[in-house]
Antibody, heavy 122, light 107 residues
Framework: EVQLLESGGGLVQPGGSLRLSCAAS????????MSWVRQAPGKGLEWVSA????????LYADSVKGRFTISRDNSKNTMYLHMNSLRAEDTAVYYC???????????????WGQGTLVTVSS | DIQMTQSPSSLSASVGDRVTITCRAS??????LAWYQQKPGKVPKLLIY???VLQSGVPSRFSGSGFGTDFTLTISSLQPEDFATYYC?????????FGQGTRLEIK
């Protein structure tokens, strides 16, 4: 079964930075687009960013554009989310998600990791 | 950006009931609509995509319909394990957006 394991979350001060990682296994990582989706405590789901299978196309929600950068290393089966200028409203569980099929990043999400909690607070 | 609005926001029902949740897009999205189920403390689970295609392994009591701007998720006979929060998601174009969720509770 597909495995997605996020890491890198934690407590950070407003204005700080973090890098999240998503280690993928048990599927051909380089063939699939991937996304980050977050969920603030007690709130709904919010798509954050997506990346095509090759990394050539990246997309962002307006709420994080210019502050977050998505990337991937297909040789390591790992996706990343570099988060800068963090704000209190970025506090959430961040999930990585594998698309159902194909390389196109705007897609449905078949598998989700367990998530990593990012808390932005002074 | 296209907004996704679910109704109702919460719903109380009994085991065996037929339940329908609605998702409305502020602009047409063709068939590019998915439904997810999320239980407390768990990750979302894909139920339906392309408005009406049942994801592998999902019980047949779940069904979806709709096209364009109006979509529905129907559970034909509620089971105890179905009490959860349900989200719709549009994926016709960026940005991906989710509905605000519908919390399905036991009556």
């Amino acid at each position: 079964e597909v495995q997605l394991l996020e890491s890198g979350g934690g407590l950070v001060q407003p204005g700080g930075s973090l890098r999240l990682s998503c280690a993928a296994s048990r599927f051909s990582f380089s063939n699939y687009a991937m996304s980050w989706v977050r969920q603030a405590p007690g709130k709904g789901l919010e798509w954050v960013s997506a990346i095509s299978h090759s990394g050539g196309t990246t997309l962002y929600a307006d709420s994080v554009k210019g502050r977050f950068t998505i990337s991937r290393d297909n040789s390591k089966n790992t996706m990343y989310l570099h988060m800068n200028s963090l704000r209190a409203e970025d506090t959430a569980v961040y999930y990585c998600a594998k698309v159902l099929d194909g390389s196109y990043p705007i897609n449905v999400f078949e598998y989700w990791g367990q998530g990593t909690l990012v808390t932005v607070s002074s | 950006d296209i907004q996704m609005t679910q109704s109702p926001s919460s719903l109380s029902a009994s085991v065996g009931d037929r339940v329908t949740i609605t998702c409305r897009a502020s602009q047409g999205i063709s068939k590019y609509l998915a439904w997810y189920q999320q239980k407390p403390g768990k990750v979302p689970k894909l139920l339906i995509y392309a408005a009406s295609v049942l994801q592998s392994g999902v019980p047949s009591r779940f069904s979806g319909s709709g096209f364009g701007t109006d979509f529905t998720l129907t559970i034909s006979s509620l089971q105890p394990e179905d009490f959860a929060t349900y989200y719709c998601q549009k994926y016709n174009s960026a940005p991906i957006t989710f509905g605000q969720g519908t919390r399905l509770e036991i009556k």
